[in-house]
Structures are given as structure tokens and as C-alpha cells.
């Protein structure tokens, strides 16, 4: 007699499907996000390859200290989150996730930070394509950070609250994906736009 592949496989239990679409769409959500980076980052390297220097002359360059702490602090949150996310059983779980969500909101100060010194150095969006390319892009990854990092102080609320456990974690994990996500894109914005 033929065994059917339902026995064979197991269908998941209702709760996992859910969990594997969540996850699925996170993934199609991110790539999709991906993409218009992406897209972003090739008109950057359009703008430059179009020019002989760069900074174009009369322009100053980019700071690169403040981008680099910068970067240093979106990191260690995203380490943050992922330990937190590890240990969802124990109370250290919550600080975890808060000191992920305050060095989140650090970053977006110091993103701040950088935009006051840029646009008083005189690299104002309409001084061209050098500066109106850092402005956009930096721009569109704090929209992004900011979303991530009120969902963070959420979460860290949640989880203080008992909400999430190791197996009901699944806006942890996306999450999670999340933040790693834009701590990924500051990377490749760092290098590529404040390092060369």
C-alpha cells in the first residue's frame, strides 16, 4: 500500500505555520528593502563614477569619526539584541533588549548629531549631488532606524512584562531580523560612502 506524503511529513501544527509565514514574509519584507538599497547605493556610485573628484572641489568631506562611533554603537546593539533574544528565559533578557534600544537611540542622536555638523560645514541637499547623495541615503536609513528602535523599547517593555518566553518569541525574532537589517545597511553606508 502507498504511504502519502502527509505521513511521511507531518503537517506543522497551525501556531508553526504561523510562525514559518511570519518569518517568510520578514524575509520577502527585507529583501524587498534590500533591493531599494541597493538601488540607492547604485545611484550613489552613478553619482560618483560621474565626477573627477570627489568631493566634488569647494566641498569639504564627510567627518569620519562621529559615522565611525556611529557604527561602533548600532554593532554592540545589535549584539545586545541578539544576546537578549538568547536568553529569553532569564531577567537579563529585558536589559539586554533596553540597552539594545538605548544604544538605538544613541545612534539616531548621533545621526543627529552628524546632520547638524554636515549641514553648518555647508554641505546643505541642494549643493549638489555629493551632498544631496549623503543626505538621501542617511536620511532613508534613519526612517528605518527609528522604526526599529521604537519597536525595540517596545519589546523591552514586553519582555520585562513576561510576554515573551523561549517558546512564544516570534516579534523577537522578527525584530531582531529587523535591526540586524539596518545595522547591516549603516555598514555598507559606512563603507562606502564615509570611508572612500
Known sequence: MATAVTDILPYPP?????????????????GSWA?????????????????HRWPPPGLPRLPRLLPAVNTAVIALSSVALQ???????????????????????IFLALQGLLWVQVWKSGLVP???PYPSVFWG???????????????????????ARG??????????????????????????????VFAF
Open 137 to 159: 541615503l542617511t536620511a532613508f536609513h534613519a526612517l528605518h532606524a527609528f522604526v526599529g528602535v521604537v519597536a525595540l523599547g517596545v519589546l523591552a517593555r514586553r519582555i
Open 163 to 192: 510576554i515573551y518566553s523561549p517558546a512564544r518569541h516570534l516579534a523577537v525574532r522578527l525584530w531582531a531580523m529587523y535591526w540586524h537589517f539596518v545595522g547591516v545597511v549603516w555598514l555598507v553606508l559606512f563603507a562606502t
Open 83 to 105: 544576546m537578549g533574544y538568547a536568553r529569553l528565559r532569564e531577567r537579563s533578557s529585558a536589559r539586554l533588549v533596553a540597552t539594545a534600544f538605548a544604544l538605538g537611540a
Open 126 to 128: 541642494q549643493a549638489g
Open 35 to 51: 533591493m531599494l538599497f541597493a538601488g540607492l547605493f547604485f545611484a550613489y556610485g552613478a553619482v560618483r563614477i560621474g565626477v
Open 14 to 30: 497551525p501556531r508553526q505555520r504561523e510562525e514559518n509565514t511570519a518569518w517568510l514574509g520578514m524575509v520577502i519584507f527585507l
